[in-house]
């Protein structure tokens, strides 16, 4: 994951990156994609823009995926992924994303601050996938707000949540 100031330093990394490595960005990815797409997912709340920005460029990029090789196919991998597309494309790795923010969350070695900011991105998370999005997901998600309220008053300050 590249955290850059501003896109011309972000193109500066990435074009450090593929020299160093001798492949262009896009093939950087694709072994440790969900990772990525859930590390992503995990810091929405501190950089939500930017954050949103990369995933729509894995959404775009990814081969693998039928949203990569339609926009592929039509020559529209140079259109900005729309919100539907997005959410359509993270929906297949959200119990990824949520396996990991459970454990995350129930690990007692992570920092309470962390641990504030899983929370605060999942909420984000939540909003962003929509309701229908959700129900696919139900299960796990009630699972990882168990995790959460089982820590207590040991996350001073966080948020309640009404869905």
Known sequence: MIHAASKREYGQLAR???????????????????????ELVSSLSLRRESVLGALRWLANTDEGSELGKSRNRNKKARERVTLPELVAYLQPRLLGVLGYLDQRLANPHVPVRAKRTLLRSLRIAVELIGPAGVSKVKHKLLATFKTAASLGNSLPGSEVWIL
């Open 16 to 38: 450090y990156l593929e020299e160093q490595t001798a492949l262009p960005m896009w093939q950087l990815v694709p072994s440790s994609r969900q990772k990525v797409v859930t």
